[in-house]
């Protein structure tokens, strides 16, 4: 049980229809489980007093409404985003839990998901569930905090200025983790300095004594550490390759389907063993174990846990499809994702194929940062592009890799399909947005 009628009543000033005890809390009545409190919230296009007939169909312990509703008990409020927000601060202030916030420009869920294992090891662990990380994931993450959990780990994404600070009151973390700073969402900054400044919002929901674990190797990390000592975070802790950082990666070999690490994590050496490849990932793990540290926990049995991580769907999950293997990184796509993926799949053996899809919202120097990837296109033997940000480089690239270049994923699919042979590697990558994920599924109906 998470939340009582009268508890929920006292931290929103609401009021409720009959008294109840609730367990989660869901916005969406289709992934809503039996017994969680069902919150209406009002979105862009749908509302969601909408579907509150659906959310008790599916047995919802209540509803969180700002209207009157038929068909269980509800508790009646005048927003619901904003009694959200305040159920994310009484599960906040009710908790003894230790709370990290992960945020950065590539690499939270990632980095999100191993810290569910490394805490997971070590105790009651609760996490943001799938990508919950804007203005009401944050706060229906906080708010579904249980009793009891001895570690939150709450991941914040945003792409504009004020977003990570209105988001970090709600998860008030003892550790803040910046996974990197990197061009994406460029075209709402301008800059990558903004964008780190952007990300050093998350400074400012730090308790008192906590710490900030910054990326060591990024070429804004003192501008990282200045803002945190600007917001009087004390404790800096830095994790990457270079020497005299607080999480140093010592060594990096790739081991069956993942990689074998060595670290130095605040002067205790650490071998660990991730399920999943790729120096960004290892960098990801090494930003999750000092974090780890930061909150007190320990280390070498958080390490062990890092074994059962595996590539997300979208983000680097391999499958076999006919004869081929798939790299499906077509969830997201930045420059230096892009790069890291291509890193990957440069040391696949058979033919090395790439299948790009345009990186969106990078702003005016959009052409030049897909250009920018030729260098990169080594990587692979053959080259096929789609989207009109891709021509840039399909132009810039060198002829001899090029495969094939089409306005769309869908008008790309049957050429990449049908120029594919076994003992093929083929990475699939782009924006969401860029829908490559029709390749994906194409190259799967060809397996099957
Ligand atoms: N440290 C890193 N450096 C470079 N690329 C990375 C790093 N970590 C993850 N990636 C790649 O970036 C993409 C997105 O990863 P992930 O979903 O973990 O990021 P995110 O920050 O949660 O993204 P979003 O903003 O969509 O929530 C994937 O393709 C992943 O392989
Ligand atoms: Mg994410």
Redesign the pocket.
């Known amino acids: 049980m998470s939340w009582t009628s009268a508890e929920i009543e006292n931290a929103t000033l609401g009021r409720a229809s009959a008294p109840f005890e609730v367990g989660g809390l869901s916005i969406d009545s289709r992934k809503l489980r039996p017994g969680d409190l069902y919150v209406a919230i009002k979105g862009e296009n749908r509302d969601g007093h909408d579907f509150t007939a659906a959310a008790f169909k599916a047995k919802a312990g209540a509803a969180l409404v700002s209207k009157k509703v038929e068909g269980g008990p509800t508790v009646a409020v005048a927003n619901t985003q904003r009694a959200l927000e305040d159920l994310a601060c009484a599960a906040r202030a009710r908790s003894d839990a230790a709370i990290v916030a992960v945020t ?10 191993m810290l569910k294992l490394a805490f997971g090891a070590l105790g009651p662990t609760h996490v943001s569930g799938a ?1 919950l ?1 804007n203005h009401w994931g944050v706060p229906l993450s906080v708010a579904g905090l249980p009793r009891g959990a001895k570690f939150g780990v709450f ?1 914040i ?1 945003m792409n504009h200025f004020g977003e990570i600070r209105a988001l970090v009151g709600f998860a008030r973390p003892h550790v803040a983790l910046i ?2 700073v ?1 061009p ?1 969402h460029l075209e709402f900054f301008g800059t990558c300095e903004a964008i780190a400044d952007a990300k050093s919002e998350i400074f400012e929901g730090i308790v008192p004594g906590g710490t900030a674990v910054l ?1 060591a190797d990024s070429p804004y990390v003192e501008r990282l550490a200045a803002r945190a000592r600007q917001n009087h975070v004390t404790h800096i802790l830095r994790f990457g390759s270079i020497p005299g950082c607080d999480g140093r990666l010592l060594a990096y070999e790739e081991a069956g389907e993942g990689a074998r690490i060595k670290a130095e994590i605040l002067g205790k050496p650490v071998d660990a063993r991730i399920g999943a490849p ?1 120096l ?2 290892a ?2 793990a090494l930003g999750a174990l000092l974090t780890v540290a930061a909150a007190g926990g320990d280390v070498l049995n958080a390490a062990a846990a890092l074994k059962e991580f595996t ?2 769907k ?3 999950a391999r499958f076999a499809a006919g004869g081929i293997d798939v790299i499906d ?1 077509s ?4 420059p ?2 892009m ?3 291509l890193a990957l799949l440069a040391k696949a053996t058979g033919r090395r194929i790439a299948v790009l899809g345009d990186m969106l919202e990078m702003g005016p120097e959009s052409a030049a940062l897909h250009a920018g990837l030729a260098p990169y296109l080594e990587a692979a033997d053959l080259v096929f592009l789609c989207g009109p940000l891709m021509k840039s480089l399909w132009d810039a690239m060198p002829a001899k890799r090029r495969a094939a270049y089409a306005a769309s994923s869908a008008e790309l699919a049957p050429t990449v399909t049908a120029a594919l042979q076994t003992g093929d590697t083929v990475l699939v ?1 782009g924006s ?1 947005g860029s829908r490559m994920s029709v390749i994906v599924e194409a190259l799967k109906a060809r397996g099957a």
């Open positions: 950065g420009s590539v690499g939270k869920t990632t980095t999100k998901e990508s990380n991941e994404g996974t990197a990197a994406a990326p790729g960004h990932i960098s990801n590539a997300l979208g983000r680097g990184e969830y997201n796509a930045n230096t994702s790069i890291a993926a990558k969401n």
